[in-house]
Nanobody, 118 residues
Framework: QVQLVESGGGLVRAGGSLRLSCAAS????????WGWYRRAPGKQREVVAQ???????YYVEFAKGRFTISRDNARNTVTMEMNNLKPEDTAVYYC????????????WGQGTQVTVSS
């Protein structure tokens, strides 16, 4: 089992920045992909950025150039820097850890609210 705890959300004005952190604990040795997802009001949860254990990065189009995902293996944390935030970035952001294999096992944090005012 893997436990994930997010922090760093809050209220920010458009154009501002936030830094989300995810602290992982438990059996993280089998995790293949770490990521951030978000769910905006009235919408489905969507991927924002991912980082594989080999360092490969993936960003959804709206995150490219504005968001940066990174992982600190020593501290077992995953961080996402978000710059030039827009009101449409308002959502609950979730940390995710995935084990890939015959079956995909996903672990989720409780989420952290990000609100961007115009």
């Amino acid at each position: 089992q893997v436990q994930l705890v997010e922090s760093g959300g809050g209220l920010v004005r458009a154009g501002g920045s936030l830094r989300l952190s995810c602290a992982a604990s438990g059996d993280t040795g089998d995790i293949d992909v770490w990521g951030w997802y978000r769910r905006a009001p009235g919408k489905q949860r969507e991927v924002v950025a991912q980082i594989e254990t080999n360092g490969k990065l993936y960003y959804v189009e709206f995150a490219k150039g504005r968001f940066t995902i990174s992982r600190d293996n020593a501290r077992n944390t995953v961080t996402m820097e978000m710059n030039n935030l827009k009101p449409e970035d308002t959502a609950v952001y979730y940390c995710n850890a995935a084990e890939l294999g015959t079956y995909i096992t996903n672990y989720w944090g409780q989420g952290t609210q990000v609100t961007v005012s115009s």
